[in-house]
């Protein structure tokens, strides 16, 4: 202390000891409060950074995969999974003894059945990679190599090499639903399809296994290792019924075969609940092998909006139907021509007029009835009652049927190219083209499924579902994370009156005595529409056309409702008498919607529902 006092202490003249000795401690105090501070930045402030970076030092961490979970039909047919074929060989070139890579690059060259110059290039690349965790020196080991390594590396002759299991997607029946089940990409990422709308669900949450290493980073023995487990994916079960889609794959086949189409789709819906029980597009593709062709990937059921032609008809009629307008029984006035004021093409019923026999003649005009001009699909007819709705009404109809907007199906929407279709805002509709254009089904344009929605809410009663797919996705701890359920897309405004007696008459009669006679069936009643419409080709409707015909079955009861669109039939198909059959929606696409109909109701299980007087003549 007395030290102290003296060094503060002033003197006169020059630079005093005391002044020398101020200086230097005033130094030292700073350099203490410097080292404090040091000191405390590195106990306090970074200690966490440097006790990373020193456990950064001593351990590696390992990932541990999980396994991506399976995709089944809804009986349990597996679809999607992941497998586990062979191995690759890897290492880490930082946990191969410098004095031993010689030695472990000759060994593995023997195991592979390789020369010396292989073993010189596998002990270059492990030194030039001596810094570095992982090297692979082959991507797939064959299966006998695979167990000469496997017993090596149990003996410890071969530090720092591993075996690593190579993950692998398969589809076991390849193209079935592919477009439902959809692949992915190499990264284990879904692309298309279930894969890619429940990638959070079925992708699995990699774990881990901390290590303790040595400063050059071999592994330390006798010291356990922490372990992360690897959570396995959900798995996820479809509405898709595999006996159904066989079927629905089959004829679709056949179709191709016979028709040699540019594109078809196919789709079978649940009546009552908007469940898909089977669809398949062609072309299609392997997800075993995707290919680069996008157009065979796309889901062309949800993208590709078309004309519908006469499919559209029923819609018509079931508007004036609900508004009160008309009656199966009303008669309204028939000529085979129609010509509109302000437009200059008329509207025609050549080629399918109705016969004099049906007509009724009502104050001196020409008559049918309403359900008879349906029937025959007699295009004047329809415009008729078109103009009777006038725009407004018309518009309102469609639009309430679900055209117009997306289905809200569970694999649609923008990210899988679902078209919302073609309807026209309503202040560009005109009565000269737009009403006698849309009572036909043509300025709209719809998707298969918005077509198949519609009639499905015919079936039901007027209820227009959301299409879903997605029945359930359990965990694999058997938990239920999510649960598919019937869902109202919008409700069409047709009554049950309209839909299952008015009309379901009417679309029986089309199948027993119409349009669609090639679609009849002994066993099952089904009521249906055919749609035939000319495709615009560079600005002009073309002689290429699209067949389609729509319906359900039972008519009476119905269970299943169903869709098939050919795009462009190419193939030339002969009757019995060696006439070419000319290319229709009662003579394409009718017959194989019956077929898919009558087994599709066999494999449910579904009582037949044969006629009585059809049934007295066998």
Sequence with gaps: MKLLFWMLRETGGGVSPRRSARIVLGGVIVVLFGLSGRLFSLQVWHHDDYLAQRHANSTRTLTLPGTRGSIFSEDKVCLGQTTFSGASLVANPRAVPGDQRAEVATRLASLLGQDGDYARNVE?????????????????????????????????????????????????????????????????????????????????????????????GHPIENIDDRIEAAQDGASVYLTINSGIQAIVEDELHSLVDMWEPETVSVIVMETNTGAILGLANYPSFNPNSPGSDAAARKNIAITDPFEPGSMFKPLIVCSAYQRGLLTPTSLVEYTPELSIPGRKKQITDHGHEIPNEYWVQWNGRSCVTVNRALVSSSNTVMTRIGLLLGCDELYDSITKCGFGRRTG???????????????????????????????????????????????????????????????????????????????????????????????????????????????????????????????????????????????????????????????????????????????????VAAPTMSRIVLRSLKQLGVPEDMPEETASKD
């Design 124 to 216: 270059n690349q492990l030194y030039e990679r001596r810094d570095k965790y992982y090297y692979c020196i082959e991507r797939e080991v064959a299966i006998d190599a695979t167990a000469k390594i496997d017993a090596e590396l149990r003996l410890g002759n071969l530090p720092g090499i591993e075996l690593r299991a190579i993950e692998t997607r398969e589809y076991p029946l390849g193209n079935f639903a592919s477009h439902i089940v959809g692949f992915v990409g190499r990264d284990m990422y879904g692309q298309e399809g279930v894969e890619r709308a429940l990638e959070s669900y079925l992708a699995a949450k990699p774990g881990k296994r901390v290590i303790a290493v040595d400063a050059l």
């Design 409 to 587: 199906f569970d694999l649609g929407g923008p990210r899988f190219g679902e078209s919302a279709g073609v309807v026209r805002p309503l202040d560009k509709w005109t009565v000269p083209s737009s009403i006698p254009s849309v009572s036909i089904g043509y300025e709209v344009q719809v998707t298969p499924m918005q077509m198949l929605n519609c009639f499905n809410a015919i079936a039901n009663g007027g209820h227009v579902y959301k299409p879903w797919v997605i029945g359930r996705v359990v965990g694999p701890d058997g938990k239920v994370l999510h649960e598919g359920k019937p869902e109202i897309l919008v409700e069409s405004g047709l009554s049950e009156e309209v839909t299952r007696k008015m009309m379901n008459e009417t679309l029986k009669g089309v199948v027993e005595d119409g349009t669609a006679t090639g679609a009849q069936l002994k066993q099952y009643r089904i009521a249906g529409k055919t749609g035939t419409a000319m495709k615009v080709k560079n600005g002009q409707y073309s002689e290429d056309k699209v067949c389609s015909f729509v319906g359900y079955a039972p008519a009476d009861n119905p269970v299943i409702s169903v869709i098939v669109v050919v795009n462009e039939a190419h193939g030339k198909v002969l009757n019995k008498y060696g006439w070419p059959i000319r290319h229709y929606g009662g003579t």
